[in-house]
C-alpha cells in the first residue's frame, strides 16, 4: 500500500477501558508521531504516555521481520529465517500429524486480547481452531469473575458511561485506578469532584486515584467481599435501602440480607482493617447522595474472594435504589453496549463435535499434567504467557518439553517466542485493519492499515487464512473481513463503521444511558438477582495460613498495563515495601531484594514508601524477564489457583517473604 505523508486516524490497540482514538503522522511510508484525535469525543484528543511510545514498538530491534525456525535449545533464543511457504508448510504439517497422531484436542491455541481487536481476536482464529477441533481455551486470566457475576446479577446490562460521572455527587472507585489504567475516567472523576462529588476509593494501595480521593479506605487484600456486605448491612440497619425499588426489582434481596448480617462495622474492622468510623461515614454518604455511582474496578476480582467480592459491590446500588437517574448505578465493563453477535463472528457452530476446555490461567498444569490426549501442540498468539500467566515456572517447564511443537505468532521476540519452534512475525495495529469495540465507552471504531507491513508481518486473518487452506479447512470467504464483519455487525452496520471509523451506540432509542430508564438488566425476568442458584452462596473464605507473611500484588502500572510494550518501557522495575517492613528486614530504598515462597524467587530493588499497608507489598505486572536481576517476574510467585466465581486467576493471594539480596 502506499498512504501519503500526512496524519491519519487509528485506535489504540492496548487492553485498557479507553480505546481511545489516535492521530498518526506518516512521513516516507513510516509512523514518526502518535498523538490523540478528536474522532472518538469520549477520548477528547489525548492519549497515555504508554501509546505514545507505541512506534518504538514498530520499529523495535526486538520486531520480529521474518518467520524463523528454531536452531538451538528453547530458550535460548537461535532461530534460523526461513520462508513463508517453508514456515506454513511446516506449521500445518505438524499439526496435521498431531491431530492423526493424537486427536485435535492435542491442539491448544493460547490467545488474550494482545493487541487485537475483533477482528484479530476471537475472529478468524477462532474459525479456524474449530474447524479444526482444536481444546478450546478458557478466557480466565481477567475479567472471567467480574464477567460471570454482572450476567447473573443484571444480565450484563450496559453501565454508566464515565462522560455521565459529572452529574453524580458520590463517585465510588472500587478495585480500580484510572490514573493508570483509564485516564479519561479519571478526568470525568476529577470534574465531577470540582463540581462538589465525593469521591470514594476502595483500594488496599495508595494510589494517584487515592490521594485525590475524599475518602480512601484500605482493605487487606482478598476482604472486598467482607466490606461490601458491612455496606450493605449498614444500609439496612440505617433504613437507607430503597424497599419500593427492591420490591418491584430485585429478586434475593432475603437472601443476600441473610448473608450480610454478620458483618458488624466491628467484625468487618477486625477482619478488613477498615476503621468503624470510616465505614459508617461512606455507607452514610453514599445513602444520601443522588445520583450515586460505584466504579468496580477488575483488581478486588484477583483473589479467592474475588467473585463474591464483586456479586457484593454490585449489589450496593440495587440494594440503596441508585438506579433511574442519569449518572447513578454502577459501571463494570461497557462491553455489553456493542451489538454484536459474538456467534456469528467466532463461529463455533463449525467444530464438528465439544472439545475439551483449558483454563488458561492454569497453562503450566495443562502442558505438564494433562492427559487423553496432552497437549502435543501449543500456539501462542495475542499473548506472552510467561510473562502473565500464574506459575511461571511450571509454565517454562512445560514450554521447554521437546515433544511440544510450539508456534508464536508475535510482534517481537518476548519471552515466551524465546520458547517457540516457529516465530511468526505478525502486524501491529498500524499495518493492519481492525474492528474496535470497548468495555469503558459505548463507541464503536474501525481503524485502516496505515504503512505496509514492517518486514514480511502478515495480521492473524492473513495467517489463518492461509494455514486453513493447507490443511484443507474452510473456503477462502469464511475467513474475509467484508464477510466477518457482516456476520457480526450485520451488512449495514458493518459498511457504516467501516465508512464513518465512529458510530455511538444507542438505546431504547437514545443516546443516554440511564439503567431502568434507556437500560435494563438481561436477565430472563428483567430483574436483578442478588443469589443467583448458579453463582452459590454469598460467602467469605478465610485466608489460608501461611509461612510467608507479606501478601504481594501485581497491578497494572502507569507504564504497563499488561506486558505489552514490556520490553522497554519498565526496565527497572521496583518492589513497594511499607518503610515498617522494610526496617524490619534491614532493607532501605533502592536495594536490591529477593523475594520469595515455595514456587520461586524474583530479583528487584526496593521502594520504600507508604504508598502499601504494612504486610503487603507491590511490583508491577507485566514486566519482562530481562528487567528483574534474576531472569524471574513475579508470576514466579503466583499459584494457578482459581478463584470463587468463574475459575479466575488469584493473583493477589500470593504471599511472600522479602530480604536483602545480599542475605
Not at 487509528?10 to 506518516?26: G, Y
Not at 452529574?167 to 463540581?195: D, F, K, M, Y
Not at 440497619?237 to 427492591?246: L, N
Not at 456479586?311 to 433511574?324: E, N, S, T
Request: proline share 6%; with cysteine.
Amino acid at each position: 500500500m502506499e498512504t501519503a505523508d500526512g496524519i491519519y486516524d487509528s485506535v489504540c490497540p492496548l487492553d485498557c477501558p479507553d480505546t481511545c482514538s489516535l492521530s498518526v503522522t506518516i512521513a516516507d511510508g513510516r509512523v514518526t508521531h502518535v498523538d490523540g484525535s478528536h474522532r472518538n469525543p469520549y477520548t477528547a484528543g489525548f492519549i497515555c504516555a504508554k501509546v505514545r511510545r507505541y512506534p518504538e514498538r514498530v520499529y523495535a530491534p526486538e520486531r520480529l521481520l521474518h518467520p524463523l525456525r528454531r536452531v538451538g535449545a528453547k530458550g535460548e533464543g537461535r532461530f534460523a529465517r526461513i520462508s513463508w511457504d517453508d514456515a506454513l508448510d511446516l506449521v500445518s504439517s505438524r499439526l496435521a500429524t498431531v491431530v492423526r497422531e493424537s486427536g485435535a484436542e492435542a491442539i491448544l491455541p493460547y490467545h488474550y486480547g494482545g493487541s487485537n481487536g475483533l477482528l484479530n481476536d476471537d475472529a478468524v482464529d477462532a474459525r479456524f481452531f474449530h474447524l479444526l477441533g482444536a481444546s478450546q481455551l478458557e478466557k480466565t486470566i481477567c475479567a472471567a469473575p467480574t464477567g460471570a457475576v454482572a450476567r447473573a446479577l443484571y444480565g450484563g446490562m450496559v453501565g454508566v458511561p464515565p462522560e455521565d460521572y459529572g452529574r453524580a455527587r458520590c463517585i465510588v472507585l472500587w478495585g480500580v485506578n484510572p490514573a493508570a489504567t483509564s485516564i479519561h475516567t479519571l478526568r470525568h472523576v476529577q470534574e465531577a469532584q470540582r463540581a462538589g462529588a465525593l469521591i470514594v476509593v476502595v483500594d488496599p494501595r495508595r494510589t494517584r486515584t487515592a490521594r485525590i480521593a475524599d475518602i480512601h479506605l484500605q482493605p487487606r487484600p482478598g476482604t472486598d467481599v467482607v466490606l461490601a456486605l458491612a455496606v450493605a448491612r449498614q444500609l439496612i440497619a440505617s433504613g437507607a435501602c430503597d424497599a419500593s425499588f427492591i420490591a418491584a426489582n430485585v429478586v434475593g434481596f432475603e437472601t443476600f440480607r441473610a448473608a450480610a448480617e454478620r458483618f458488624t462495622p466491628s467484625v468487618c474492622e477486625e477482619i478488613t482493617a477498615v476503621p468503624v468510623r470510616d465505614l459508617c461515614n461512606f455507607a452514610a454518604a453514599y445513602a444520601a447522595a443522588s445520583p450515586a455511582v460505584v466504579r468496580c474496578g477488575w483488581g478486588l476480582e484477583r483473589n479467592r474472594n474475588g467473585g463474591n467480592a464483586v456479586r457484593a459491590v454490585l449489589a450496593l446500588p440495587a440494594i440503596a435504589g441508585k438506579f433511574g437517574v442519569r449518572g447513578g448505578g454502577y459501571t463494570m465493563s461497557m462491553s455489553g453496549g456493542f451489538d454484536i453477535d459474538k456467534q456469528r463472528l467466532g463461529r463455533p457452530d463449525l467444530r464438528a463435535c465439544p472439545a475439551r476446555s483449558v483454563n488458561m490461567t492454569q497453562l503450566g498444569r495443562a502442558l505438564t499434567e494433562l492427559a487423553s490426549p496432552p497437549i502435543r501442540a501449543l500456539f501462542v498468539y495475542n499473548a506472552n504467557p510467561v510473562a502473565s500467566t500464574p506459575d511461571q515456572n511450571r509454565v517454562l517447564a512445560g514450554l521447554a518439553r521437546e515433544d511440544l511443537f510450539t508456534v508464536v505468532h508475535e510482534q517481537v521476540m518476548t519471552d515466551t517466542a524465546l520458547y517457540a519452534d516457529v516465530v511468526l512475525p505478525a502486524t501491529t495495529i498500524f499495518e493492519q485493519n481492525e474492528l474496535h469495540k470497548s468495555y469503558g465507552h459505548v463507541y464503536l471504531q474501525y481503524s485502516r492499515a496505515l504503512i505496509d507491513p514492517v518486514g514480511e508481518a502478515v495480521d492473524n486473518a492473513t495467517l489463518f487464512r492461509h494455514l486453513a487452506a493447507r490443511m484443507g479447512l474452510g473456503t477462502a470467504d469464511l475467513f474475509a473481513e467484508q464477510e466477518m464483519m457482516a456476520d457480526a455487525l450485520g451488512v449495514a452496520r458493518a459498511e457504516e463503521v467501516r465508512s464513518e471509523r465512529v458510530l455511538r451506540m444507542a438505546f431504547a432509542g437514545s443516546y443516554d444511558v440511564v439503567q431502568f430508564g434507556t437500560v435494563w438488566p438481561r436477565t430472563a425476568d428483567g430483574k436483578i438477582h442478588l443469589a443467583p442458584a448458579d453463582l452459590g452462596p454469598i460467602c467469605f473464605r478465610e485466608e489460608v495460613p501461611s509461612t510467608y507473611p507479606l501478601v504481594l500484588l501485581t497491578p497494572a502500572s502507569e507504564r504497563l498495563i499488561n506486558s505489552s510494550l514490556g520490553e522497554f518501557n519498565l526496565a527497572d522495575p521496583r518492589l513497594t515495601l511499607h518503610p515498617e517492613d522494610a526496617s524490619a528486614r534491614g532493607i532501605v530504598d533502592g536495594a536490591a531484594v529477593r523475594i520469595y515462597n515455595d514456587l520461586g524467587r524474583v530479583e528487584v530493588r526496593a521502594r520504600v514508601a507508604d504508598d502499601v499497608a504494612p504486610g503487603v507489598v507491590s511490583m508491577p505486572k507485566g514486566i519482562w524477564r530481562s528487567a528483574t536481576l534474576n531472569g524471574a517476574t513475579a508470576t514466579a510467585l503466583i499459584a494457578d489457583d482459581l478463584g470463587d466465581i468463574g475459575d479466575g486467576a488469584c493473583f493477589n493471594d500470593a504471599r511472600v517473604e522479602v530480604e536483602p539480596l545480599g542475605a
